[in-house]
């Protein structure tokens, strides 16, 4: 089976039941939840079955992972039938429990081979955050998922928050924003691969808060300076903390610093958000409502915008059902996220080289990469992007 390919769709509802104006098949609606496929039954397997045990608009299939016991473990830990498919092989619990979409819980490092798979099988992927650990792997998967014909979508969480989305809607009052700023504190004991990792709290963490600031500013990153280190006292292996200052188009600065051994007035997993614009500035906390301060100048707010699909990853199901439904791109939609990612990879190469990095250099680069290791239904797409990346 070529891992890039259209594939024959194992579902309840055929190989492309529907074609949206986004380019990816739909799902009928035919009054039953959607059936989803977990892989992974982790940390973050788990809250992703909890999630899929809440919410009415899906149902579970089957889980996947490298422990076949630990899936059955993590379907009792979490209220479900223990009597729903399990195994170590995707394609062949996929076989036998007829999903209509993948839900990807797994490692960075698995986020390629995984998604390839279920795109091959003619199956939606809702994945996890980061796209790929590596952009050149990014690009194929949004290049996949446009020959697959299938929808391929990031889960970040984070954006469905409503006072978040509350801050979005009003920020015209503050005008032209000149700079956005994001403070990032705390101080988790995690063990595992994080307390392992070469930069952890840019690769694992600060992802969340660079496409957050996309998003409230809608612009895009133009060069990134970094610098990372680790504190004398950190419990991590790589660089705990790090401060990055953005360009973004339009002008705008973003500044992002921030500490992952920083015990003590620690923010919200969120962070602490300041814009300043040219009638005034607003302050987030992470949690509560957001506090404007502005001049008489100012534009009259906004009605509040509410994300209408619930909070964090109940909120990313929801518009992934959503989508699949109405054949409407969601938030996080694989090709609008191939700039978060760079967000990141940019950052820890501006750390690791002490250098401003230009961010569409780095994308044509990983552009140039991804050709060279692309299967034949990926290569065709990546081309047609003649050099300039999509999103």
Request: charged share 20%; hydrophobic share 45%; net charge negative.
């Amino acid at each position: 089976m070529n891992a890039g390919g259209r594939g024959v769709n194992v579902g309840r509802h055929g190989a492309h039941a529907g074609r949206a104006d986004a380019g990816f098949a739909t799902v009928p609606a035919d009054g039953g939840p959607l059936r989803v496929l977990v892989v992974g039954a982790g940390g973050m397997g788990r809250a992703w079955l909890r999630a899929v045990r809440d919410s009415d608009a899906v149902t579970l299939a089957g889980v996947v992972d490298l422990d076949a016991d630990r899936a059955t473990e993590a379907l009792a830990a979490t209220g479900h039938d223990e009597r729903v498919p399990v195994g170590t092989a995707l394609e062949r619990v996929a076989a036998g429990c007829a999903p209509d979409a993948v839900i990807d819980v797994t490692v960075p490092e698995a986020h390629l081979p995984v998604t390839l798979r279920a795109l091959a099988l003619g199956l939606p992927v809702l994945g996890e955050k980061p796209l790929a650990p590596t952009l050149p792997e990014g690009l194929r998967l949004a290049a996949a998922a446009e020959a697959a014909g299938q929808l391929f979508m990031v889960s970040q969480s984070r954006r469905y928050h409503p006072e978040l989305h509350a801050l979005r809607a009003s920020l015209p009052r503050l005008g032209r924003i000149g700079v956005a700023s994001t403070e990032f504190f705390l101080a988790p004991r995690f063990g595992g691969f994080r307390d392992a990792m070469a930069q952890p709290l840019l690769v694992d963490m600060a992802i969340h808060a660079f496409d957050t600031a996309r998003w409230l500013l809608d612009a895009e990153p133009v060069s990134v300076r970094c610098e990372s280190f680790n504190p004398a006292w950190s419990w991590y292996a790589g660089d705990a903390a790090a401060t990055a200052t953005f360009e973004m188009t339009g002008g705008a600065r973003y500044v992002y610093t921030g500490s992952w051994c920083s015990p003590g007035v620690e923010t919200s997993w969120n962070g602490r958000w300041r814009l300043s614009g040219e009638h005034g500035g607003a302050l987030w906390d992470g949690s509560g409502p957001a506090r404007f301060e502005t001049g008489p100048e100012a534009e009259a707010p906004e009605a509040p915008a509410a994300p209408g699909h619930g909070k964090g990853i109940a909120g990313a199901l929801a518009e992934f059902v959503a989508a699949l439904r109405t054949g409407r791109a969601p938030l996080g939609e694989v090709h609008q996220n191939l700039r978060t990612l760079a967000m990141v990879v940019a950052a820890v190469e501006s750390a690791e080289r002490d250098r401003r990095i230009a961010v569409d250099a780095l994308l044509a680069d990983a552009l140039e990469s991804a050709l060279a290791t692309a299967s034949d239904l990926e290569r065709p797409r990546l081309a047609a992007w003649n050099g300039r990346v999509p999103g």
